[in-house]
């Protein structure tokens, strides 16, 4: 007879599962076996493991959907899957901003009755954090040093050798950059997407550049500046329009994503309602996102910081908050994504797409 618990599934206690007993025995204030118990050392620690379980979760996800685009072929079948994970990538995020109010709870002086005791821990020492930049493909280059040393001095050396592996390997940037380049939405037979969308785009200029002159409440002189600033296809779009102005844009570090990579991403944002484009649209808005609440977890970090300690110098040695505040206007991942809308134009303007073209962006059973 088959014991108890010797079959293929075998029984588990809830609390076993989860091992609640490690898992609350991890809180061991300092100020409690320093001989002044701060209440308030509780709150600050179990945010921070909160912090740092969730940041686990989202390395998860972000390696899974890595994986997916790190094939010579995207199986198309897989672009569920990977807006699925980057979704829950997108709701964690926005529970870690959320969670700083909680954190909030704390005033100023209850932090300050345990944080000499932190001295010399910082959230900059957050491994995971770092990986969680790498894997979306935060630029080396970019980032702001750590008393003038590279950003992983502060760990041992196997987890820079992890930090540099990943680099290494492809990030998820990098990854969705080569994706985009092998769309077929380049090289479309009888449509010059690029020669189509000029013409639009001069087009909507010659109207802008007339309702401009028309206007009977602005003077010549207003005429002029506004005629300027809207600018023209050789100069507001000419990144779009030459390779050679784009790669040079590169060059100079203004720009990271491909030449091929931009002109595909704009062709699926202006063309987004057709059928097939819509996953892929939905997938470049996931990366959009996701950089705009890593930025405003960057900036209401900060600013709790400010509130907590003012211009105090951090418990790591950073500037504190001027080094938080920093970061968020310069860690930007994902913002080829967001100049993407400075290139769009409105849909009564689209070049409109030959039927050939729209069947093959439409699914086969479509009467369109």
């Given at each position: 007879m088959e014991k108890k618990g010797e079959g293929k599934y075998t029984t588990i206690h809830y609390h076993k599962y989860l091992e609640l007993d490690a898992l609350l025995e991890a809180q061991v204030l300092r100020s409690e076996k320093l001989g002044k118990p701060a209440h308030d050392e509780m709150l600050f620690i179990i945010t921070h493991q909160a912090y740092e379980l969730w940041f686990k979760q989202i390395i998860h996800e972000l390696e899974s959907v890595i994986n997916m685009f790190s094939k010579d072929g995207v199986d198309e079948r897989s672009l569920g899957n990977a807006i699925g994970r980057l979704n829950r990538v997108e709701k964690i995020l926005a529970l870690l901003i959320e969670q700083i109010g909680v954190l909030e709870t704390m005033t100023p002086l209850d932090f300050l009755d345990f944080?000499?005791?932190?001295?010399?821990?910082?959230?900059?020492?957050?491994?995971?954090?770092?990986?969680?930049?790498?894997?979306?493909?935060?630029?080396?280059?970019?980032r702001m040093t750590y008393h003038s040393q590279k950003y992983s001095s502060v760990f041992p050396e196997e987890q820079q050798k992890q930090l540099d592996d990943i680099y290494a390997q492809g990030t998820l940037f990098e990854w969705v950059d080569k994706w985009l380049q092998r769309t077929p939405f380049l090289k479309l037979e009888g449509f010059n997407f690029l020669e189509k969308y000029k013409e639009a785009v001069q087009k909507m200029l010659d109207k802008e550049y007339a309702a401009i002159n028309a206007s009977e409440y602005l003077t010549e002189k207003e005429k002029e500046k506004r005629t300027e600033m809207v600018g023209g296809t050789d100069t507001y779009f000419k990144a779009i329009l030459s390779r050679e102005n784009h790669e040079a844009l590169i060059t100079e570090g203004k720009k990271r994503m491909s030449y091929d990579a931009t002109v595909a991403a704009l062709f699926i944002n202006l063309y987004r309602d057709e059928p097939i484009l819509q996953l892929p649209f939905q997938l470049l808005t996931n990366l959009v996102d996701i950089d705009d609440l890593m930025t405003t977890w960057r900036y209401r970090h900060a600013q709790m910081v400010l509130r907590m300690l003012g211009n105090k110098v951090g418990t790591g040695g950073s500037s504190g908050h001027e080094y938080l505040a920093e970061t968020a206007r310069r860690h930007k991942i994902f913002s080829d994504f967001h100049t993407i809308s400075t290139l769009l134009i409105p849909r009564s303007e689209l070049p409109a797409l030959p039927e050939n073209i729209r069947k093959k962006l439409s699914y086969h059973f479509s009467n369109i």
């Open positions: 944080r000499a005791y932190l001295f010399p821990a910082s959230g900059f020492q957050s491994f995971q954090f770092r990986a969680l930049e790498c894997l979306l493909g935060l630029p080396e280059q970019k």
